[in-house]
T-cell receptor, first 113, second 112 residues
Framework: DAKTTQPTSMDCAEGRAANLPCNHSTISGNEYVYWYRQIHSQGPQYIIHGLKNNETNEMASLIITEDRKSSTLILPHATLRDTAVYYC??????????????FGQGTELSVKP | NAGVMQNPRHLVRRRGQEARLRCSPMKGHSHVYWYRQLPEEGLKFMVY????????ESGMPKERFSAEFPKEGPSILRIQQVVRGDSAAYFCASSPQQETQYFGPGTRLLVL
């Protein structure tokens, strides 16, 4: 079972920041937080990941709380093309136990004009 | 650097036939994962392979499904004697070591 909890759906106005929350209260010390998205049933697209520090790349920012029990993915200026299902996943990275991703239901983000 | 490639993108089979799905990982990636997405459902892990080895097949159905990742060539997911319930999107992902997984575009299998 997925170790994360996300809202089922969210709306965001085009051009505004989209803030997608994720709860992972049972996260272990060696587990990373990963975010992927899936647009129109295409292959999942990697967005960003982090362990405990906040991270930023060209796509998004990831804010992880100090206790690591929750995080927020921020799309700074959402566009219509960001409409997708966003998945928050926790997984062990550098540990020889397979590294499979366990997808939950994700958050369906609708960016509206 | 080309991404993960999967072919065919669409595959139609009649019940009882065999389906072969191919996945070419990104250059430099030696780890391959297969996932399945049934209609209106989430993505489910099937199997994790490294070159010539199956590392984790905990998500594979016990019968009719097999996977390989030979020393040379793509990874193959093989489904024997397909049934309608096998209709789904099958996604392959690859990674260098056990790091970030990058997904291919998927193969849509339709069983008539």
């Amino acid at each position: 079972d997925a170790k994360t909890t996300q809202p089922t759906s969210m709306d965001c106005a085009e051009g505004r920041a989209a803030n997608l929350p994720c709860n992972h209260s049972t996260i272990s010390g060696n587990e990373y937080v990963y975010w992927y998205r899936q647009i129109h049933s295409q292959g999942p697209q990697y967005i960003i990941h982090g362990l405990k520090n906040n991270e930023t790349n060209e796509m998004a920012s990831l804010i992880i709380t100090e206790d690591r029990k929750s995080s927020t993915l921020i799309l700074p200026h959402a566009t219509l093309r960001d409409t997708a299902v966003y998945y928050c996943i926790v997984r062990v990275q550098y540990y020889n136990q397979g590294g499979k991703l366990i997808f939950g239901q994700g958050t369906e983000l609708s960016v509206k004009p | 650097n080309a991404g993960v490639m999967q072919n065919p993108r669409h595959l139609v089979r009649r019940r009882g036939q065999e389906a072969r799905l191919r996945c070419s990982p990104m250059k430099g990636h030696s780890h391959v994962y297969w996932y399945r997405q049934l209609p209106e459902e989430g993505l489910k892990f099937m199997v994790y392979l490294q070159k010539e080895n199956i590392i984790d097949e905990s998500g594979m159905p016990k019968e009719r499904f097999s996977a390989e990742f030979p020393k040379e060539g793509p990874s193959i997911l093989r489904i024997q004697q397909v049934v309608r319930g096998d209709s789904a999107a099958y996604f392959c992902a690859s990674s260098p070591q056990q790091e970030t997984q990058y997904f291919g575009p998927g193969t849509r299998l339709l069983v008539l």
